[in-house]
């Protein structure tokens, strides 16, 4: 299975701000991605209340949940808006001819899934000292 760049750009900016609040242009300097595409992100993210914009002069972006609660299936299936393996099936099953097809693809999906959610987004950063001097140090991802 392939994700999107959305994906990784999600899952980062999360990472990051695990470890620190910050504004959304210092995230994507810090990973030399782009301003436009971490901003689309950031607002799914924020929509779906992974993330809080807060305003003003130290104003940025923060969790809106402990890192421990992020689940990164969750998080990676909403940015890939991929469906569960029920929403492969039509409502006529008996007259499709490739619901067999469709269930093996939408158990391999949610066994895709089933894996990432093994991991909350403490345990991405608990102990990766590589991205605690890449966001403290700065430097290249």
Do not use: W
């Amino acid at each position: 299975m392939r994700l999107t760049l959305q994906a990784e750009h999600a899952v980062r900016a999360l990472m990051y701000l695990a470890l620190r609040r910050d504004r959304l242009s210092t995230i994507a300097e810090c990973y030399e991605i782009s301003r436009n595409n971490l901003m689309k992100v950031a607002h799914t993210l924020g929509v779906s209340e992974f993330i809080v914009t807060v305003r003003g002069r130290s104003g940025g972006l923060k969790l809106a949940r402990a890192p421990k609660d992020i689940n990164i299936g969750e998080v990676v299936r909403l940015v890939e808006s991929q469906p569960s393996s029920a929403e492969f099936l039509t409502e006529r099953v008996d007259k499709d001819p490739m619901v067999g097809l469709r269930r093996a693809l939408g158990e391999s999906v949610d066994a895709f899934y089933d894996s990432l959610g093994q991991y909350s987004l403490k345990s991405l950063v608990d102990g990766n000292d590589a991205l605690k001097r890449l966001i403290f140090e700065g430097g290249s991802s």
